[in-house]
Nanobody, 115 residues
Framework: QVQLVESGGGLVQAGGSLRLSCAAS????????MDWYRQAPGKQRELVATISSGGWPNYADSVKGRFTISRDNAAKTVYLQMNSLKPEDTAVYYCKTSAGAYDYWGQGTQVTVSS
């Protein structure tokens, strides 16, 4: 099994910052491209950010300029630095990776941004 363990969520005021972490463990043989998704109540899951194995990031338009995805390959950890948070960012955030024919998801971490 491959496990992705997320941490760093919480409650912040609009304009604040949070840093999410997702650490991979278990029988992982590759630490390749990683994704961050989020899902707000009553809304579809959306892709927030991706990062290639070489560290190249891409972002959804809604978070571009505010969020930064990064990775530490030695620690097998991917991060999502979230700045200038808005109430619209409130969601459960999930990290995801694909290994072989399988997708692996973190358990999710709640981010709540108050007005």
């Amino acid at each position: 099994q491959v496990q992705l363990v997320e941490s760093g969520g919480g409650l912040v005021q609009a304009g604040g910052s949070l840093r999410l972490s997702c650490a991979a463990s278990g029988s992982i043989f590759r630490f390749g491209p990683m994704d961050w998704y989020r899902q707000a109540p009553g809304k579809q899951r959306e892709l927030v950010a991706t990062i290639s194995s070489g560290g190249w990031p891409n972002y959804a338009d809604s978070v571009k300029g505010r969020f930064t995805i990064s990775r530490d390959n030695a620690a097998k950890t991917v991060y999502l630095q979230m700045n200038s948070l808005k109430p619209e960012d409130t969601a459960v955030y999930y990290c995801k990776t694909s290994a072989g024919a399988y997708d692996y998801w973190g358990q999710g971490t709640q981010v709540t941004v108050s007005s």
